[in-house]
């Protein structure tokens, strides 16, 4: 499974190298800003998919939620429920996700 090799800027001085699934990408650029989401690159990991409905609970355990409105961040950028899921799993398929999925 591609992975993108990104830099998080938390702060003038903070800032956090890490290695994301590509629709992970739109979740910490609206946390942290556009401009704070720096891709290095990318690279190839064994992993394996279980699908969509899956990947949005992991992100959303990921990620958190507003404190204010109590949303999860992952909904805010894919959408809730079945229209986030479904989203979301068009991005995946849009990425190349394939024959990775758990059967």
Known sequence: MRHIMCEVRRSEISSIATKVLPWDI????????????????????????????????????????????????????????GIGIAKLAQFMDEQGKGDRLAS
């Open 26 to 81: 739109p979740v910490l650029e609206f946390l942290h800003g556009v401009e704070n989401v720096i891709v290095h690159g990318e690279c190839d990991e064994h992993r394996v998919i279980d699908g969509p409905q899956q990947e949005f609970t992991r992100m959303e355990n990921a990620y958190g939620r507003d404190p204010e409105t109590n949303q999860s961040y992952v909904s805010q950028v894919y959408g809730n429920g």
